[in-house]
């Protein structure tokens, strides 16, 4: 899988762009988000805006396909993960000061045959069956000390799928990694 590779100023950037358009949602302001100048952030790329607040997850929303570039896709989840992930209220301005933004930008899906492949911790999961379908970041299965089956697991609940529905041979399954990065591990 081909690596991301992002520079500690692009990182910064981007959570930059996140915090930016979620203040100016918030404060109704015009804010002028400056984006670092780099032929990586232009790249089509898949990437998810996780917002947590006291580290519990308050929103997550992303792209899984690389069909915008990188910057303006970090700038439209960050406002759909503060203010329309469907399992939280939107975000209020007093929240502001207690948030950490986490971005995940993704490598391409590479779909796999045989689960020994997936490699806990390094590979985040999406599985497709019949119409359903799920996505687990690489970081979730480590938050939560699962392994591989259990992460498979997870995944097909996230889908609304049976748990097991992952030994279904009608279920594909996709892996890729992410290149991981947040506010409070960058400073």
């Not at 930016?20 to 109704?28: A, F, K, N, P, Q």
């Not at 984006?35 to 992303?62: M, N």
């Not at 985040?124 to 069956?129: L, M």
């Not at 938050?143 to 992952?166: H, M, P, S, V």
Request: hydrophobic residues 40%.
């Amino acid at each position: 899988m081909e690596a991301v590779n992002l520079t500690e100023v692009e990182k910064k950037g981007l959570l930059d762009i996140a915090r930016r358009t979620i203040e100016s949602r918030l404060t109704s302001s015009e804010q002028q988000v400056s984006v670092v100048a780099s032929k990586k952030l232009e790249e089509k790329r898949g990437a998810f805006v996780t917002i947590k607040k006291h580290g519990k997850l308050r929103g997550c929303i992303g792209y899984i396909e690389a069909i915008k570039p990188l910057c303006q896709v970090v700038e439209e989840m960050a406002e759909a993960a503060a203010f329309r992930d469907p399992r939280f209220v939107p975000l209020t301005f007093d929240e502001l000061k207690d948030l950490d933004i986490e971005i995940s930008v993704l490598t391409p899906l590479k779909q796999v045959k045989d689960i020994n492949e997936i490699e806990v911790g390094i590979h985040g999961i999406y599985i497709v069956r019949k119409g359903n379908s799920g996505l687990l970041l690489p970081q979730v299965a480590t938050e939560y000390g699962w392994d591989r089956q259990t992460f498979l697991g997870q995944t097909c609940l996230k889908a609304g799928l049976d748990y097991n529905a992952w030994r279904d041979k009608d279920t594909k399954i996709y892996i890729f990694s992410a290149d991981v990065f947040s506010e409070t591990g960058l400073k």
